[in-house]
T-cell receptor, first 112, second 112 residues
Framework: SQQGEEDPQALSIQEGENATMNCSYK?????LQWYRQNSGRGLVHLIL?????REKHSGRLRVTLDTSKKSSSLLITASRAADTASYFC????????????FGQGTTLQVKP | EAGVVQSPRYKIIEKKQPVAFWCNPI?????LYWYLQNLGQGPELLIR????????DSQLPKDRFSAERLKGVDSTLKIQPAELGDSAVYLC??????????FGPGTRLTVL
């Protein structure tokens, strides 16, 4: 079963624009993580935000977390063609922090 | 440092045949995960090992799937017999305890 729902399912933007992806989940979490997956490749960990954090930055990535709304967003600023990939959010609950439950992902296409 | 290694990368078999996937985690990572990823979906956990002990196999279809992690390092995931619906990408990941998960490239299984 998948806990997260991601929105939009697909996103197409021009290079240089910002991309925003949203993730909603159902149960209380310990942390939420974002992963990137290039076509035919494994997943790469991007960023982790804990339930007591509201915002986190890593390079061109900005993640927010609203536990009252059970939602998170991933913002990629000044996008590049190399950012083209699928992006997944994954949640870990307090009772089982070792188990990640992934959303269905957002497919991002950045056009040069 | 080598990442998570999986083999084979691709496998095509006929239904009712057995198939096995192999995973070598990152050195020193005690936790190993097997995930199933269907097309257009996020990964779903099949089994998680802490060293050689399977600590979460609730999502593993035990009638046809089996896994082992002898000596707490490499792991093998087996399907016997394979069904058409098993066509998917099988991902292996490893982590230090409850740490960031590092994914391998996956094995793409096609069952004809």
């Amino acid at each position: 079963s998948q806990q997260g729902e991601e929105d939009p399912q697909a996103l197409s933007i021009q290079e240089g624009e910002n991309a925003t992806m949203n993730c909603s989940y159902k149960t209380s979490i310990n942390n939420l993580q974002w992963y990137r997956q290039n076509s035919g490749r494994g997943l790469v960990h991007l960023i982790l935000i804990r339930s007591n954090e509201r915002e986190k930055h890593s390079g061109r990535l900005r993640v927010t977390l609203d536990t009252s709304k059970k939602s998170s967003s991933l913002l990629i600023t000044a996008s590049r063609a190399a950012d083209t990939a699928s992006y997944f959010c994954a949640t870990a609950t307090s009772s089982n922090t070792g188990k990640l439950i992934f959303g269905q992902g957002t497919t991002l296409q950045v056009k040069p | 440092e080598a990442g998570v290694v999986q083999s084979p990368r691709y496998k095509i078999i006929e239904k009712k045949q057995p198939v096995a996937f192999w995973c070598n985690p990152i050195s020193g990572h005690n936790t190993l995960y097997w995930y199933l990823q269907n097309l257009g979906q996020g990964p779903e956990l099949l089994i998680r090992y802490e060293n050689e002990e399977a600590v979460d196999d609730s999502q593993l279809p035990k009638d046809r799937f089996s896994a082992e992690r002898l000596k707490g390092v490499d792991s093998t995931l087996k399907i016997q017999p394979a069904e058409l619906g098993d066509s998917a990408v099988y991902l292996c990941a490893s982590s230090s305890r409850d740490g960031e998960q590092f994914f391998g490239p996956g094995t793409r299984l096609t069952v004809l």
